[in-house]
C-alpha cells in the first residue's frame, strides 16, 4: 500500500540543491554585489583537499618607458610580469535540528516543517558571520603586516572628531586611491547604523519589484552586524567594493547535503526526527591567501571556526598594491 513518508515531504538531493543554490540570494551581501559567486571555488569544493590555490598574474610595473634612439647598438632590457597566487580554504559544516512527535502532535503544528523552511535562513546568516570574521582577519593582518594602509583609525582624536562621521568615511575611502569608487557597501554595527539614522542619513529603497529592500549609506548598501563588536567603545566598519569576496558553496562531495533520521524508541516510544543538513563552503577575499598556521596560531579543527577567520596570522596580502585591495576601515567611537 502506498504511503506518505517524511523523506516524500523532505526529498534530500532536491533540499539540499535548494539551499546551496539560495542561500545568499536575498541577502545584502549577495544583492549588493560584494560577495560574488564564484565557480572555481564551487568546483573545488567537490574536490578532496582542504585547500587549494588560485593562481593570478600581477600588473605590469610602472617602470618608465624607454626613450628610443637611432643607435642600433642599444639595445632595449625587456620588463617581465610576475605571478602570486591565492590560498583558499575549504570549511566542511554541518547543523542539524530535533523534532519531538510528541510536541508536534500536542501544538497542532509541524516543528519538522518549520526548521525546513529555516534552513537556508540559517545557513545565510552562517555565512554572513563568517564573510565578517574573515573581514576582520584581514583588518588583524593588515595592521600586523602592512602599517594598516588600509585602515583609517579615528578612535583617538579629540572629543566629537573620534566620533563615526561622513568626512571620515570618505577618507577610509580614499585609503583606495583612486579605486575609491569601487566600493559597494558598508557594514557597521548597529549602534553606529542608530547615529547615522539619527542623524537622516540612511536611505531605502528596493532594486526590484520584488526584492528585498536596501539601506544605504551615501549610496553604499547597509549590512547591520553587531558581530562587528566593539571593544572599550571602538567601533570597526567596513567598506567593500564588489566582488571584494569570493564565495562557493556545495553539498558534500560524498555522503548526504541533507538527511534525515528517526529515532522511534525517543519520547519513551513518542519518536524523534532529526533533519540533518551539511555543506562546503569557501570564503576568500580578494587578494589575500589563506594559511591554517603553526603552534597556537593553529586552527583546532579540520575546518576553521568562526573565530579562526578573524586571526591575524591565518591570512597574508598576496597582490602587491594596497589599491588591488577592495576592502577599507574605519575604526571609531
Given at each position: 500500500?502506498?504511503?506518505?513518508?517524511?523523506?516524500?515531504?523532505?526529498?534530500?538531493?532536491?533540499?539540499t540543491?535548494y539551499?546551496?543554490?539560495?542561500?545568499?540570494?536575498?541577502?545584502?551581501?549577495?544583492?549588493?554585489?560584494?560577495?560574488?559567486?564564484?565557480?572555481?571555488?564551487?568546483?573545488?569544493?567537490?574536490?578532496?583537499a582542504?585547500?587549494?590555490?588560485?593562481p593570478?598574474?600581477?600588473?605590469?610595473?610602472?617602470?618608465?618607458?624607454?626613450?628610443?634612439?637611432?643607435?642600433?647598438?642599444?639595445?632595449?632590457?625587456?620588463?617581465?610580469?610576475?605571478?602570486?597566487?591565492?590560498?583558499?580554504?575549504?570549511?566542511?559544516?554541518?547543523a542539524?535540528?530535533?523534532?519531538?512527535?510528541?510536541?508536534?502532535e500536542?501544538?497542532?503544528?509541524?516543528?519538522?516543517?518549520?526548521?525546513q523552511?529555516?534552513?537556508?535562513?540559517?545557513?545565510?546568516?552562517?555565512?554572513?558571520?563568517?564573510?565578517?570574521?574573515t573581514?576582520?582577519?584581514?583588518l588583524?593582518?593588515n595592521?600586523?603586516?602592512?602599517?594598516?594602509d588600509?585602515?583609517?583609525?579615528?578612535?583617538g582624536?579629540?572629543?566629537?572628531?573620534?566620533n563615526?562621521?561622513?568626512?571620515?568615511?570618505?577618507?577610509?575611502?580614499?585609503?583606495?586611491?583612486?579605486?575609491?569608487?569601487?566600493?559597494?557597501?558598508?557594514?557597521?554595527?548597529?549602534?553606529?547604523y542608530?547615529e547615522?539614522?539619527?542623524?537622516?542619513?540612511?536611505?531605502f529603497f528596493?532594486?526590484?519589484?520584488?526584492?528585498?529592500?536596501?539601506?544605504?549609506?551615501?549610496?553604499?548598501?547597509?549590512?547591520?552586524?553587531?558581530?562587528?563588536?566593539?571593544?572599550?567603545?571602538?567601533?570597526?566598519?567596513?567598506?567593500?567594493?564588489?566582488?571584494?569576496i569570493?564565495?562557493?558553496?556545495?553539498a558534500?562531495?560524498t555522503?548526504?547535503?541533507?538527511?534525515?533520521?528517526?529515532?522511534?524508541?525517543?519520547?519513551?516510544?513518542?519518536?524523534?526526527?532529526?533533519?540533518?543538513s551539511?555543506v562546503?563552503?569557501?570564503?576568500?577575499?580578494?587578494?589575500?591567501?589563506?594559511?591554517?598556521?603553526?603552534?597556537?596560531?593553529?586552527i583546532?579543527?579540520?575546518?576553521?571556526?568562526?573565530?579562526?577567520?578573524?586571526?591575524?596570522?591565518?591570512?597574508?596580502?598576496?597582490?602587491?598594491q594596497?589599491?588591488?585591495?577592495p576592502?577599507?576601515?574605519?575604526?571609531?567611537?
Amino acid at each position: 500500500m502506498p504511503q506518505v513518508q517524511i523523506t516524500d515531504v523532505i526529498v534530500p538531493e532536491e533540499f539540499t540543491a535548494y539551499t546551496v543554490e539560495n542561500s545568499l540570494v536575498s541577502t545584502a551581501l549577495s544583492q549588493s554585489g560584494v560577495v560574488a559567486h564564484n565557480a572555481l571555488i564551487a568546483d573545488q569544493l567537490q574536490a578532496g583537499a582542504e585547500s587549494f590555490t588560485i593562481p593570478f598574474w600581477l600588473d605590469l610595473s610602472d617602470t618608465e618607458a624607454d626613450i628610443t634612439n637611432d643607435d642600433p647598438t642599444i639595445l632595449s632590457t625587456p620588463q617581465k610580469i610576475s605571478a602570486n597566487k591565492q590560498t583558499v580554504r575549504k570549511s566542511f559544516l554541518h547543523a542539524s535540528w530535533s523534532e519531538m512527535s510528541l510536541a508536534s502532535e500536542l501544538s497542532g503544528d509541524s516543528a519538522l516543517a518549520r526548521i525546513q523552511s529555516r534552513v537556508t535562513a540559517y545557513w545565510s546568516r552562517q555565512i554572513e558571520k563568517r564573510v565578517i570574521s574573515t573581514l576582520l582577519g584581514v583588518l588583524a593582518s593588515n595592521v600586523a603586516n602592512n602599517a594598516g594602509d588600509m585602515v583609517n583609525d579615528i578612535s583617538g582624536a579629540a572629543g566629537a572628531l573620534a566620533n563615526f562621521n561622513g568626512g571620515a568615511v570618505i577618507d577610509t575611502a580614499l585609503t583606495m586611491g583612486d579605486r575609491l569608487e569601487d566600493v559597494a557597501m558598508i557594514a557597521m554595527h548597529s549602534a553606529i547604523y542608530g547615529e547615522a539614522l539619527k542623524n537622516n542619513e540612511i536611505e531605502f529603497f528596493k532594486p526590484s519589484e520584488n526584492g528585498v529592500e536596501l539601506k544605504t549609506y551615501k549610496g553604499m548598501a547597509v549590512i547591520l552586524d553587531d558581530n562587528l563588536t566593539p571593544a572599550a567603545g571602538i567601533y570597526t566598519t567596513i567598506l567593500m567594493g564588489a566582488g571584494a569576496i569570493g564565495y562557493g558553496m556545495s553539498a558534500p562531495r560524498t555522503g548526504y547535503g541533507t538527511e534525515l533520521f528517526r529515532i522511534p524508541a525517543a519520547g519513551n516510544g513518542g519518536g524523534q526526527t532529526v533533519l540533518h543538513s551539511r555543506v562546503n563552503v569557501g570564503i576568500h577575499p580578494l587578494g589575500y591567501a589563506w594559511t591554517d598556521g603553526t603552534g597556537g596560531s593553529a586552527i583546532a579543527g579540520d575546518s576553521p571556526s568562526i573565530a579562526d577567520l578573524a586571526v591575524a596570522a591565518h591570512w597574508s596580502r598576496a597582490v602587491s598594491q594596497r589599491k588591488s585591495v577592495p576592502l577599507a576601515f574605519l575604526i571609531s567611537k
